[in-house]
């Protein structure tokens, strides 16, 4: 977010936000957790002390879940 914020290059309001697990959080212990938040932008991404890095989802099988509220209650809604 400190990003976002310091170069306006993917403002909150007008761009996508994506949360990208990479395991099962019910499933691993905490410090093996992987999770990429992601901000949707069109361009270059400069080097910048925050590790923010230009990256793209390739086409293929996922799934998506839309969640609206608290994010205390994300795991609630998005485990099936």
């Known amino acids: 977010?400190?990003?976002r914020k310091s170069t306006g290059l993917?403002?909150?309001k007008t761009s996508q936000t994506f949360g990208i697990?990479?395991?099962?959080p019910s499933q691993v212990l905490e410090e093996e957790l992987r999770f990429d938040i992601?901000?949707?932008h069109i361009g270059e991404?400069?080097?910048?002390?925050?590790?923010?890095k230009a990256g793209f989802t390739?086409?293929?099988r996922c799934?998506?879940?839309l969640?609206?509220?608290?994010h205390n209650t994300i795991l609630h809604k998005a485990i099936v």
């Open 1 to 3: 977010m400190e990003w």
């Open 10 to 12: 993917s403002p909150i």
């Open 21 to 24: 697990p990479y395991v099962d």
């Open 38 to 40: 992601c901000g949707s």
């Open 45 to 52: 991404v400069p080097e910048n002390p925050f590790g923010v």
């Open 58 to 60: 390739p086409a293929g």
């Open 63 to 65: 799934a998506m879940v």
């Open 67 to 70: 969640h609206k509220g608290s």
